[in-house]
């Protein structure tokens, strides 16, 4: 008998092997395309990624169940496995892009369908070529040897997936990509069996038709993207990318530009003016002669802008984390007049990290900072609404000094908004509540924390279209509907805000 212990790895045996690496690059990376498109879409990326991977590792054990009642014709079962997997899985973040667009009730029972049906026939792949390679390899060496190369697969799309591949290609083009990679590994296997194929047409017509299909999806990725989008957003797209952190919208229509993050309205041009009014006066015509100025979030400039109207200021700090969004609203012509050319001033030094580690590892104080974070939709957001974050901002405020945070909406998210409130009070600052009318996103809120009392300034910069000095008081008045209510501190370990804002924005939205 032949010692197999000893013997060189034959062509076709390295040739599998190489296919596992690819076949796990592939799997992980519909695994994250379907989590991300749960975030963008659903929001809460925790729980979505959760159960995404939940469903999407389940379906592969159940696929690794099934592989048990595939006894003959092994190389023609994994050729049909993987152009499944590749025509599916590649095309599972336009169908759901497009569901989202069109059909968005049928969203969630997609994208699980897909998740299960996916992983399902990628818990049959590894099976089936642990029991290909078996004819040749002993099992010590055949489990080590897969299992490596499943591990660098994985390895290697988890890091190019956030840093390279939805930047440049987008999650549309990413998902056909690997999809022609999974049939090119179909066709591989159709070359190194040929001899052992019973219907060989049959399977060549079949390679030839899906990888004629993804290509065609390749080529057609930025009108499958922007059929998709146009339809969401209704308004005319000018301008859409993609980075690690986000993906980036902006339209034009009969209200002007807007501008959506992971779909989420940010600003709209006829009314943005009055949100950065309300956010940044306050509490700049409050200090008397703020010196030197700190902007968190706000990475398309509109609050720098508001805040470099007092000729007081020396120099102002924007932390940003996704330089995307400073490089696009610092070099775009239009989104540049947008925001008064605000990211080229002299004045300004941006900083591309997150805020809570800027906090955290520095120790200048500012006169006024102005927070200005999207709203707590998930985790990784609702880490700057909690007491540990607001602490931190304690820190870095000059003792005379005002901190502003915009805080979701008081009217539709009233436990949410005083929950904020709430928080800040618990570090030791004083809170005052505030809102204004924002027609784009009706009733919205805000809070200065400070030390010392905030008092109403006796004026304000000429030339703003919103406030003025008698007007700004009315601001902390609020009506019975919009009136405090008990709420919890949101901390670290809790992040109540989170799912109390989830829960209020979806009864809207329901």
């Not at 939940?54 to 048990?68: E, K, N």
């Not at 034009?252 to 989420?264: C, I, M």
């Not at 941006?350 to 200048?364: E, K, M, P, S």
Request: charged content about 15%; glycine content about 8%; some cysteine.
């Amino acid at each position: 008998m032949k010692d197999t212990s000893t013997s060189a790895p034959r062509p076709i045996d390295v040739a599998l092997l190489a296919s596992v690496f690819v076949i796990a690059a592939c799997g992980l990376l519909y695994e994250l395309a379907a989590g991300a498109l749960a975030s963008y879409v659903l929001g809460d990326s925790v729980l979505q990624f959760s159960t995404v991977i939940g469903t999407y590792l389940f379906a592969m054990g159940v696929g690794s169940w099934l592989s048990r009642y595939f006894e003959r014709q092994l190389p023609a079962h994994f050729l049909r496995i993987e152009l499944l997997v590749a025509l599916i899985g590649g095309a599972l973040p336009a169908v759901l892009f497009l569901a989202n667009a069109y059909v968005p009730s049928a969203f969630r029972v997609l994208l699980y369908g897909m998740v299960l049906l996916v992983g399902t026939l990628v818990g049959l792949e590894i099976p089936l070529v642990m029991r290909i390679l078996k004819r040749n390899v002993q099992l010590k060496d055949l489990v080590s040897q897969v299992l490596t190369f499943d591990y660098l697969g994985a390895l290697a799309v988890s890091l190019a997936f956030p840093l390279l591949l939805v930047p440049q290609l987008g999650l549309v083009r990413t998902g056909l990509l690997f999809g022609f990679m999974n049939a090119a590994v179909a066709v591989w296997a159709l070359w190194l069996f040929r001899h052992e194929l019973r219907r060989f047409g049959a399977h060549a017509l079949a390679c030839a038709l899906v990888l004629a299909a993804l290509l065609a999806g390749l080529l057609g990725a930025e009108h499958i993207t922007r059929f998709a989008e146009d339809k969401f957003y209704q308004d005319r797209i000018v301008l859409s990318s993609a980075s690690p952190y986000q993906r980036i919208v902006v339209t034009h229509g009969r209200a002007g530009h807007r501008l959506y993050l992971n779909g989420n309205l940010q600003f709209a041009e006829r009314d943005e003016y009055r949100y950065h009014e309300a956010l940044v006066h306050p509490v700049m015509a409050a200090h008397g002669h703020p010196k030197r100025v700190a902007v968190l979030g706000g990475g398309d400039g509109m609050a720098v802008r508001e805040v470099l109207k007092y000729p007081s200021v020396e120099s102002v700090t924007l932390v940003e984390l996704d330089p995307a969004m400073t490089q696009l609203f610092g070099s775009h012509p239009t989104l540049r007049q947008l925001n008064g050319d605000a990211l080229a001033s002299r004045k300004l030094t941006i900083v591309n990290t997150d805020a809570f580690q800027w906090l955290q590892q520095g120790d200048d104080t500012y006169d006024v900072i102005v927070v200005d974070f999207p709203d707590p939709t998930n985790f990784a957001i609702g880490k700057l609404y909690t007491n540990s974050f607001y602490a931190l901002l304690d820190q870095r405020l000059a003792a005379s000094g005002y901190a502003v945070v915009q805080t979701t909406s008081p009217l539709v998210a009233r436990r949410s908004f005083w929950t904020v409130v709430t928080t800040i009070e618990s570090v030791g600052l004083q809170a005052r509540p505030y809102h204004a009318h924002v027609p784009s996103f009706g009733e919205w809120g805000f809070v200065i924390a400070s030390r010392r009392p905030w008092r109403v300034p006796a004026e304000l910069p000429a030339g703003l279209r919103f406030l003025d000095a008698a007007a700004l008081p009315l601001l902390f008045d609020f009506p019975r509907d919009m009136a405090r209510v008990p709420a919890e501190v949101n901390r670290l370990s809790n992040q109540v805000l989170v799912h109390t804002y989830e829960q209020e924005w979806g009864q809207v939205a329901h």
